[in-house]
C-alpha cells in the first residue's frame, strides 16, 4: 500500500468515514466474494457485504486517489531537477567495438580506436571494392546476353 493514500481519509455516500487502506481492503474482499459468487454460486458474503451496488460505489473512491498519486510520482519523477543535469547519451550514436584482449600499454584508447577505425575503413574498402567488381561483371555479363 502506498504510504501517501494509505491514512487519507475517505467517506462513502452513508458518511462512514475510513481510510483508504480500510476501503481498499472492503473493495478486495468484494471483489473476491464476487469472484467466487461467479465461479462457485456461493453469493451469501458477497451480497451480505453489499454486492455490486456497494463494489461500484467503493472501487473508484479506491482506484481515483491510487491513479493520482501514480500520476503525481510519475510527473515529479521527469521534472526532478536532479535529472536535469544529466547528459543525455545520442541514441543514434556509432561506436567501434573494442576486440583487444589485455592490457596494451603501447600508446592508449585514442591509438587502438585510431587502428581500429583504420582496420574497419580497410576491410569496408575491400568489400566496396568486390561489391564494383560483381555489379562490373554483371554489367558485362548482360551485354553479352543481349548481342
Do not use: W
Not at 475510513?18 to 466474494?33: G, I, P, T
Not at 583487444?100 to 603501447?106: C, E, F, Q, V, Y
Not at 587502438?112 to 561489391?131: C, F, R
Amino acid at each position: 500500500m502506498n504510504s501517501n493514500i494509505e491514512k487519507k481519509p475517505l467517506t462513502d455516500k452513508k458518511d462512514e468515514t475510513k481510510n483508504h487502506q480500510a476501503f481498499a481492503m472492503e473493495a478486495s474482499r468484494l471483489k473476491f466474494a464476487k469472484q467466487s459468487c461467479l465461479m462457485n454460486n456461493e453469493c451469501d458474503e458477497f451480497n451480505r457485504l453489499g454486492g455490486d451496488a456497494r463494489l461500484m460505489e467503493i472501487d473508484p473512491m479506491v482506484q481515483i486517489p491510487r491513479k493520482t498519486d501514480e500520476i503525481r510520482r510519475d510527473s515529479q519523477k521527469e521534472t526532478n531537477p536532479n535529472n536535469t543535469y544529466q547528459d543525455e547519451q545520442d541514441p543514434t550514436k556509432v561506436s567501434t567495438p573494442n576486440v583487444t584482449r589485455g592490457a596494451d600499454h603501447s600508446g592508449g584508447k585514442k591509438k587502438k580506436n585510431y587502428t581500429n577505425i583504420i582496420s574497419n575503413s580497410q576491410a569496408l574498402s575491400e568489400e566496396i571494392k568486390s561489391i564494383k567488381y560483381l555489379i562490373e561483371y554483371m554489367n558485362n555479363n548482360n551485354k553479352k546476353q543481349n548481342l
